[in-house]
């Protein structure tokens, strides 16, 4: 028979990732770009952004 639940020893392990912070589907990899193209996209994208009174 299994002791009750008040007198079982649970062990946490803090290192265990069940779900990483980020997927690969997230990254330009996901969607079939290159790294190269990846990084140029978003340079491309920080450029652009700039505040409403430049434009």
């Given at each position: 028979?299994?002791?009750?639940?008040?007198?079982?020893?649970?062990v946490?392990?803090?290192?265990?990732?069940?779900?990483?912070?980020?997927?690969?589907?997230?990254?330009?990899?996901?969607?079939?770009?290159?790294?190269?193209?990846?990084?140029?996209?978003?340079?491309?994208?920080?450029?652009?952004?700039?505040?409403?009174?430049?434009?």
């Open positions: 028979m299994s002791e009750p639940d008040e007198e079982r020893v649970v946490f392990d803090d290192e265990l990732e069940i779900l990483p912070d980020t997927t690969s589907d997230e990254y330009g990899a996901g969607w079939g770009e290159s790294a190269e193209q990846e990084e140029r996209s978003r340079m491309e994208e920080l450029l652009g952004d700039v505040p409403p009174h430049w434009a």
